[in-house]
């Protein structure tokens, strides 16, 4: 089994035991600019990679492992994305610490959207919302006229997706979110609750 983490690898708990391969890339929780991937493998899919032994495709698995096991990279590195992953993770808190601050601020929004008449949580069951990316929904004018004033005042609020994308949109609760960047958003759409 594999699992796309790049919403969430960075920012929140994951038991690595619950799947072979976990992947992800830098841009969210771990607050840098695209073009870094991640990418953990279980010793079971590695075993099956090597029973495999496919290397007829520019990323195969087996290439890279075969490069790791050597301490070397497949192909020329981001040195500078792995630099500044290495320097973020020094400088932050314990995914222990770091996954309580992500999970009380998703519970806040969760409660500041609960009182709304005009927005709330587009995903109503509580036992499948992601902690890292929340996805609020609304009348289509309504979330347009919040997007479009949101915007003037140096708010970006991330669209929503496919025929979603004019009733949703996204706030981000990723680490490198500051409390007073929160407050600034939370202060600016308590008009249009």
Known sequence: MAVDATSSMGGIYLDFNGADIWFASVQ???????????LVCSPAAVKRIKEQNEKDHYNSLMFMHEMMEKWQTPFTPNVLGIYLLKKVLKAREGIEITNKIICNRQEDWIKFFKGSDRLRMLIQNPEVHSRTVLAVSGDPQHIEKVKSNAKKKGLLLGEGYGTLKKDTFRIANFPAIKKKEIKELMKFLISYC
């Open 28 to 38: 969210k929780c771990f607050g840098l600019p695209a073009g870094l991937g991640i």
